[in-house]
């Protein structure tokens, strides 16, 4: 992306369901500033699309590792990609 901003898919394993934890990258996207989405997948993981300037992308990737109370993070995997389209916000789907 240009001007400084990046874009990334996330997919994160562990115990990742059932803690909140769509609800917490929400809220730690937004404060950061950061666009995208965040959605649980049928095997039990979570995926996120990750919109923004390139150091907020990167303290978020590393927040992510941590995750909310009750998480157990064991996987984070980062792809960039292209965003296409302008996010506005950030979303919790599916």
């Not at 990334?8 to 769509?22: A, D, E, I, K, Y």
């Not at 995208?36 to 995926?47: A, F, H, K, L, M």
Request: proline share 1%; aromatic share 6%.
């Amino acid at each position: 992306m240009e001007d400084g901003r990046k874009a990334v898919r996330v997919r994160l394993m562990g115990g990742v369901q059932g803690v909140s934890f769509r609800v917490w990258t929400r809220t730690e996207a937004e404060r950061l500033g950061l666009s995208g989405w965040v959605r649980n997948e049928e095997d039990g993981s979570v995926t996120a699309l990750i919109v923004g300037a390139e150091g907020a992308v990167s303290t978020m990737l590393d927040r992510l590792w941590k995750g909310p109370t009750g998480a157990s993070v064991s996987s984070v995997t980062s792809q960039d990609v292209d965003a296409g389209q302008e996010l506005n916000g950030f979303r919790i789907i599916g």
